[in-house]
T-cell receptor
């Protein structure tokens, strides 16, 4: 059984650029959630994907968007990067209907916007 | 507003001493509550969930709806318990998100 894998592990982008982060969910999990964790803060919910559709969204602007693929992997896209987007981006997978069992998290992608 | 508060950024205890990591929440319904732990250089992982009423690695947490708290406790701290601990709430209606606290770093001193 494989866990959640995220790529890349680190990324440096310039303000105004666009970035794509990738996540492969744990085997058997069909739901992917993305979180942003700023330094010294807890993870903040961005959105969740189930059956290739967005299934809930936090307080993030539309320039944060995502995709889920038939194999349940997912991408997080951020357009028009701002300095405040610098954070650790966490992907978490779970099984729909089993959210009471909690998430399995990836190691995260550290994004630095300069 | 839905919120999770962990009042201590850092908690230092000696090995063998009792540990209590505080978590208070704000939610009008019946939430599901969790503790997640992140050991050094490892990913965030689930430690325990209130609905299972389990003890993991000697840790327990009881949901107190009157005080809206879900404190994490262990009677005798071990050095390997040193880590970052996050309390999380999952609202049980209309949303799939988890709300995390800002975390407490536990340092167990030899």
């Amino acid at each position: 059984e494989t866990g959640v894998t995220q790529s890349p592990t680190h990324l440096i982008k310039t303000r105004g650029q666009q970035v794509t982060l990738r996540c492969s969910s744990q085997s058997g999990h069909n739901t992917v959630s993305w979180y942003q964790q700023a330094l010294g803060q807890g993870p903040q919910f961005i959105f969740q994907y189930y059956r290739e559709e967005e299934n809930g969204r936090g307080n993030f602007p539309p320039r944060f968007s995502g995709l889920q693929f038939p194999n349940y992997s997912s991408e997080l896209n951020v357009n028009a990067l701002e300095l405040d987007d610098s954070a650790l981006y966490l992907c978490a997978s779970s099984l729909a209907g089993e959210s009471s069992y909690g998430y399995t998290f990836g190691s995260g992608t550290r994004l630095t916007v300069v | 507003a839905q919120r999770v508060t962990q009042p201590e950024k850092l908690l230092s205890v000696f090995k063998g001493a009792p540990v209590e990591l505080k978590c208070n929440y704000s939610y009008s319904g019946s939430p599901e509550l969790f503790w997640y732990v992140q050991y050094s250089r490892q990913r965030l992982q689930l430690l325990l969930r209130h609905i299972s009423r389990e003890s993991i690695k000697g840790f327990t947490a009881d949901l107190n709806k009157g005080e809206t708290s879900f404190h994490l406790k262990k009677p005798f701290a071990q050095e390997e318990d040193s880590a970052m601990y996050y309390c999380a709430l999952r609202p049980t209606s209309g949303t799939y998100k988890y709300i995390f606290g800002t975390g407490t770093r536990l340092k167990v001193l030899a």
